[in-house]
DNA sequence: GTGTAGGCTGCGAGCCGACAA
DNA sequence: TTGTCGGCTCGCAGCCTACAC
């Protein structure tokens, strides 16, 4: 979709005319924010595990469609293949401004010390903070209504200055998209009390790229103090809910059998990746796949960290505990380490978390007070009324009104206390939790204590 | 995309919500209407002759980009596949509306005279002609500075009569699309001279829509007398630029291997065939394809017509000659019958039609005059200045005023006559003609001639 | 600090016949 | 018969502030 023509309309050339992809290279930093602060593509040139499982995971979600009966069994495709990355493009659909990778592989079955210090350096890599904002669009903004009320923060510290003498202060925007094309805003602050808006040039932009409440928009500053500016939808219906070009069943069975193919000949192949379509990436740095396999000792009841995305692009950690050990699908993939671990998370309220994690994804830590021996859950574990798996305690030191707060949760009937920061909370602290737990009755409910 | 709220929004129930499909059966008599007049399907049951080839010549069309060398061969997957026809679906596109259909499909081995007696049947049938009209949106129809001028014959053959003691006389139509959303438009009927018109929602149609110039929008009215609405989109850009789920090689391979599989184990699979997408169906009425093949003597030179769409949604037969026979692509598909005839065309201006086709596509008309001696033409044959390698000469006869046009091709540097229309010119008329320009030097340009 | 609503205004969507092909 | 244009008008897109949380 292009915009009409206005003023707001693309100055750049239009480049959607041929086929697979953009002629221009699509700007690297504008697409990792449009992708996420969790994504980051392994270098070219170094090796890589690939898990086809994974890759048919992403088509499932992108076809909102489980894997049918139908595909066949690959019985000579491993689940994981050791790859050298060849290239890796970045694009960015023109209807719907999804961003995807697409990478070429190909199977090895040796491979030099290059390709393998490259994907030791693809876990050093830390991409520098980039300037940016993200704003999750509200109704008023997404009205025909007005315009957009910029977050004062990010209009401060992305935005060019504005000359606060005028009245109004006011200014033109250009920002350009993934697409290159260049939206034109105007930006001024008024109002009472002031604010910062966007105004002129706004609606042209939520109409042109079909925005609703609840999308989210970015603007970054680039390295030449110019605009860009990306969206993010939000997780409502997958964007190609079904492809009018091929079923689902031959789908996964050409990611499979194009997989095959490449691994009995050692040819390249090709793969999208699209980092918001599914929630794990099946293309790792060999590195990081051999660190997290030979460098962690997996047990049941192991505590770990894990990143996740915030509403606002941030990062956050959340804590968890390995609770089981199994195929993810017996039958296709006996023996994957493909999210084969099972676990259980510290805050339930956040929900929507997935309950089986692989094992590069987690960081282990240390427990520092208890270790649960196996067997750790039972499975189906019925909930006793009143007596819930878990809990979360909020404990109030009397001198300094700081506060912690502690996770119960009901193992083999017996409570087991977890921190949900270790920082936080003293291993002392713990101990005496642990004993006024130990000798009171079971304890349920929202509750206070004072220790 | 939905209608935004407003007077011509669905008042039906949406139903887009759910994956693959719809949950209500599509219209069938406005999917064939959107399909065009050349599209018939199968009837369930019967059996089907499967081309792979020509599945992934859709695929290719599609994606907008043809079959990559990294597309391995399968030998053990034949050219074409005998298989039953379990199930057919009609479908629409949720975003563009381009219609397809999904079809199951089994490979047999052997099959009963039921199945056999069915495919016949899909000979014989012929969908009764329905009441519709097919127009091609003009600039000022897409417009927002007016509505829809309807087509006089159009509007008094689909339309309800209205009332026209009514200054001016006007009805408010409402319409379902294949979505089962209905449309409401004010029709009037008014100006200076008096047309039909469409006002007030049509502008909110053709934006719904996405519609612009170039465009064919199609009404038809049921059998229940209520109206339905359809659009057929010009050739722009195919709508699947580039899919970002699957590459165009994995495409292609899952469409192989799903053939490949489904021929391994006689187990079923499913395509979708996309009759607007690619010029060719690959899934043809065993029937249809055995009358051809064993019916049909192929020569070099032989004479035939073949069924084509017109503008306005008719069919027109345009002549043609049998120039080679070889294979489409001798790498992949040996001796395979998909599209293995070269043919050359009468009518050169009408310009786009392919010089490839399938024996079950054509039908062989006996020459009534001249059959040429192989090698036909030279592949490249130059044009000589002065010397039309085809030209048109149209006879007038003295009596009648009745006026006969025929071909003159000019091979090996002799001309040779084809008539247009085998039941206007005899072949006594022909005879003389013959002798006519054998008698003269060569012909080139317009001219008339008197018999 | 920021989301939403009410008020006001000007532009363009959309209805009309004129006219020409 | 029907495509396009100029003219006219009214609805709503879009800019503003007020106010609430």
């Known amino acids: 979709?292009?915009?009409?023509?206005?003023?707001?309309?693309?100055?750049?050339?239009?480049?959607?005319?041929?086929?697979?992809?953009?002629?221009?290279?699509?700007?690297?930093?504008?697409?990792?924010?449009?992708?996420?602060?969790?994504?980051?593509?392994?270098?070219?040139?170094?090796?890589?595990?690939?898990?086809?499982?994974?890759?048919?995971?992403?088509?499932?979600?992108?076809?909102?469609?489980?894997?049918?009966?139908?595909?066949?069994?690959?019985?000579?495709?491993?689940?994981?293949?050791?790859?050298?990355?060849?290239?890796?493009?970045?694009?960015?659909?023109?209807?719907?401004?999804?961003?995807?990778?697409?990478?070429?592989?190909?199977?090895?079955?040796?491979?030099?010390?290059?390709?393998?210090?490259?994907?030791?350096?693809?876990?050093?890599?830390?991409?520098?903070?980039?300037?940016?904002?993200?704003?999750?669009?509200?109704?008023s903004d997404t009205s025909t209504h007005g315009g957009f009320s910029v977050p004062r923060r990010a209009a401060e510290k992305i935005f060019p200055p504005l000359d606060y003498s005028m009245q109004p202060p006011a200014q033109e925007l250009q920002a350009r998209d993934l697409h290159d094309n260049t939206w034109t805003f105007r930006h001024i602050y008024r109002g009472q009390p002031k604010r910062h808006l966007l105004t002129t040039g706004w609606s042209l932009f939520v109409s042109g790229k079909r925005l609703i409440a609840g999308d989210s928009v970015l603007f970054i500053r680039d390295e030449k103090q110019q605009l860009l500016l990306g969206i993010r939808r939000a997780n409502r219906q997958p964007t190609n809910i079904s492809s009018s070009v091929l079923s689902s069943d031959s789908m996964h069975i050409g990611v499979l059998a194009a997989a095959a193919h490449a691994a009995a000949n050692h040819s390249p192949f090709t793969v999208f990746y699209n980092p918001r379509a599914s929630p794990s990436e099946f293309v790792v740095p060999f590195a990081k796949y051999q660190?997290?396999?030979?460098?962690?000792?997996?047990?049941?009841?192991?505590?770990?960290?894990?990143?996740?995305?915030?509403?606002?692009?941030?990062?956050?950690?959340?804590?968890?505990?390995?609770?089981?050990?199994?195929?993810?699908?017996?039958?296709?993939w006996k023996n994957s380490q493909w999210r084969n671990l099972q676990v259980g998370w510290d805050e339930s309220a956040a929900g929507e978390r997935r309950n089986r994690v692989s094992i590069w994804e987690i960081e282990p830590v240390a427990a520092p007070f208890f270790i649960c021996p196996p067997p750790f859950f039972r499975t189906k574990r019925p909930r006793?009324?009143?007596?819930?798996?878990?809990?979360?305690?909020?404990?109030?030191?009397?001198?300094?009104?700081?506060?912690?707060?502690?996770?119960i949760v009901t193992i083999n009937s017996k409570p087991v206390i977890y921190s949900v920061d270790m920082k936080l909370v003293s291993f002392h602290l713990l101990i005496k939790l642990h004993t006024y737990l130990c000798s009171s009755s079971y304890y349920c409910g929202k509750a206070c204590g004072l220790i």
Chains 1, 2 share one sequence.
């Not at 995971?57 to 790859?83: F, G, R, T």
């Not at 962690?296 to 960290?305: A, D, K, W, Y």
């Not at 009397?398 to 502690?406: D, I, K, L, M, Q």
Request: hydrophobic share 35%; with cysteine.
């Open 291 to 332: 660190k997290a396999v030979y460098g962690n000792q997996i047990s049941l009841g192991m505590r770990f960290r894990m990143l996740f995305e915030t509403e606002e692009s941030g990062t956050r950690r959340y804590m968890g505990t390995i609770t089981g050990v199994s195929d993810l699908d017996p039958v296709r």
């Open 1 to 139: 979709m292009k915009a009409t023509a206005s003023s707001a309309a693309p100055s750049a050339a239009p480049n959607g005319s041929d086929g697979t992809g953009e002629k221009r290279t699509i700007n690297a930093e504008l697409w990792h924010a449009c992708a996420g602060p969790l994504v980051s593509l392994p270098p070219v040139g170094s090796l890589v595990v690939y898990f086809p499982q994974g890759h048919s995971e992403q088509v499932a979600a992108s076809m909102q469609k489980d894997i049918d009966v139908h595909v066949p069994n690959y019985p000579n495709l491993p689940s994981k293949l050791i790859c050298l990355l060849h290239n890796v493009t970045l694009h960015a659909d023109s209807e719907t401004d999804e961003v995807y990778a697409q990478m070429t592989l190909q199977p090895v079955s040796t491979y030099d010390k290059e390709a393998l210090q490259l994907s030791e350096l693809a876990l050093r890599q830390t991409r520098p903070p980039m300037e940016f904002f993200c704003k999750t669009l509200t109704a």
């Open 384 to 407: 006793l009324p009143g007596m819930p798996g878990t809990c979360v305690l909020r404990f109030q030191r009397p001198n300094t009104y700081a506060s912690y707060e502690v996770i």
